[in-house]
């Protein structure tokens, strides 16, 4: 029986963060997060551009709070707006962007906007990145370009829970482009980082 629950209010909220991030596509939106309260459900929006996620005196938020009491039966949904602090560690964030530079440009400015992003991603202060991007580019044979720098863990725990990452897909004129970002934060603690502590000098009177 609990196992059933636990199911179910994992399946809602799956279906309740596909609902958020259609719609809310091109609007800075990165990650909601999901809290029980005593007063009802809170869902925290992060996003780059509050403004657009509001919408005009507040009818995006009232019209998801009502699909959001109808469709999935929540008695009291209480959203805010969290304003994500440093957008270019945000794996979302660096992927729409790179989307977005891609359905306005093209690809044949591919490697200027991989570099640009990587350098905008180290000039946040994260360890290390990499970005792939794969697909008709810049020619009619599929491949892959890697653009990398700084520290990266490739495998291990830390791979698997402390580095962030996303894939995902632009349509284009050529077909589809694929784009993976990994971004290693800058807090993250290495196992291999040791500091030697220097031992308290006593001195005796």
Not at 27 to 38: C, E, F, S, W
Not at 87 to 107: H, I, Q
Not at 122 to 151: C, H, M, N, Q
């Amino acid at each position: 029986m609990i196992e059933k629950r636990f199911v179910s209010q994992k399946v809602k909220e799956f279906q309740i963060r596909e609902y958020v991030e259609t719609q809310l596509s091109k609007t800075g939106y990165t990650d909601i997060a999901l809290k029980r309260t005593p007063l009802g459900e809170k869902i925290i929006i992060y996003t780059t551009r509050p403004g657009l996620v509001v919408g005009k005196k507040g009818e995006k938020i009232n019209r998801m709070t009502q699909v959001l009491k109808k469709n999935f039966h929540m008695e009291n949904p209480q959203i805010e707006i969290g304003e994500v602090a440093n957008p270019f560690l945000n794996v979302k964030f660096v992927v729409d962007r790179m989307a977005s530079s891609f359905e306005k440009f093209g690809t044949n400015r591919f490697k200027s906007i991989g570099y640009k992003m990587l350098q905008e991603i180290l000039d946040a202060g994260a360890l290390g990145a990499e970005i792939v991007i794969s697909g008709t580019v810049p020619s009619s044979r599929a491949k892959s370009w890697r653009f990398s720098a700084g520290y990266l863990k490739k495998s291990g725990d830390i791979s698997e829970t402390k580095v962030k990452k996303i894939s995902q897909g632009v349509c284009l004129k050529q077909g589809i482009v694929g784009i993976k970002v990994l971004i290693m934060p800058p807090d993250v603690k290495l196992p291999d980082d040791i500091r030697i502590r220097e031992k308290p000098k006593v001195t005796v009177e």
